[in-house]
């Protein structure tokens, strides 16, 4: 005879004998001495559960933990003594569960509450939408709002960080805490859900960096791109140098997106950061990476650039980029989004070489697909060379009558 008391353990829990098939209940329930309100349920089958048991506002009510062996007793003790927290709290832990299991994951809220709600009150809204749809639905798309923890943020924050702006970085974390905070206040996540997003630090913004590639560096770094055995994320960051495009714009383009006609090559971008659709033009250069590509095209896969899953893109070509910098050397502070900011650089410093004429701040924010001109000027790193060449022309006026 077993009795229905004693500090739980593996050997005695093993131990304990099934249900007998002549019992009047179908379910025998032990108590754990260590742990008020933690129970053993074994049923004729052998089967044995964690149960929670607790009054709440004068009523009896229990809470089922868990299978014995996926769960052992020590976290069975923790879950039950984070209920006895909540209870402390005077919250119901099984009406805790139970709304948590209601709650909307991250992309049905997003579509079906947060963007209407952006698209009446934003005028930025298409920014927000570009944010979801390029950097956090392939995250967090099918997770739910409350299991989105601190570290998932932070993660992510650092993931972005590595190629992009600090003051870009910061406006995702404001859109990650704006859009928890209206959940919460809309009562998509219990009352008693603290806003993950809070308390996580802004980066420091100093968004005018001058690092960029040189005429020199630049042939160094696609010679080393085409050494690079990982032809496709090799691929997607020589496409960034010689396209001007983001490098999620890139990853996330679909081979119906591109378009040939008479040897020349424009690709349909139908989400940008900026929010709006484009087309890029794709100069020759650039079209030989895409069509190198077609060697590693895979039936069912609609991407470009395919990743190691099954019908998915690849993420980030941080490893492959990290090999190409230490192999070109000297590179040190070189970000992948450098490679968006030397395409704009040379193009319009162009005019200080033999090969022709620099491109216009005009034509710098239409091949970068900027909305407003004044971003563009951010990417234009004129040479000292070509200020003094132009500042010369006052000198070549002046004497022009003399």
Known sequence: ??????????????????????????????????????????????????????????????????????????????????????????????????????VLNFYEFSEQHYMPYAKSNKRSYKNDQSILDLHMYPLWRDKRLTEITKHDIQRFLDKVAENLMPGSVNRMLSLIHRMLKLANEWNFTPQSFANPAAGIRKLKENNHRERYLSKEELESFIAACDAEPSRTPANALKLAVLSGMRIGEIISSTWKNLNITSEQGSLFLPHTKSGFSRNVILNQEALKVILEQKQFRERGNPYIFPGKVAGQHIHNPRKAFLRIKESVGGLEGLRIHDLRHSFASLLINMGNSENGRGASLYEIQHLLGHKNPQTTTRYAHVSTNRLREVSSNMELLLNSGK
């Open 1 to 102: 005879m077993y009795p229905s008391r004693f500090k739980f353990n593996k050997r005695q829990i093993d131990s304990l004998p099934p249900t007998p098939e002549n019992s009047r209940s179908r379910e025998t329930e032990y108590s754990d001495e260590a742990c008020s309100g933690l129970r053993i349920i074994v049923n004729r089958q052998n089967r044995k559960r964690f149960l929670f048991r607790y009054t709440f506002l004068k009523k009896k009510k229990s809470l089922m933990i868990g299978e014995f062996g996926p769960i052992d007793v020590n976290t069975a003790r923790m879950k039950a003594s984070e209920f006895k927290r909540m209870l402390a709290d005077d919250i119901d832990p099984k009406q805790q569960r139970d709304d948590a299991r209601a």
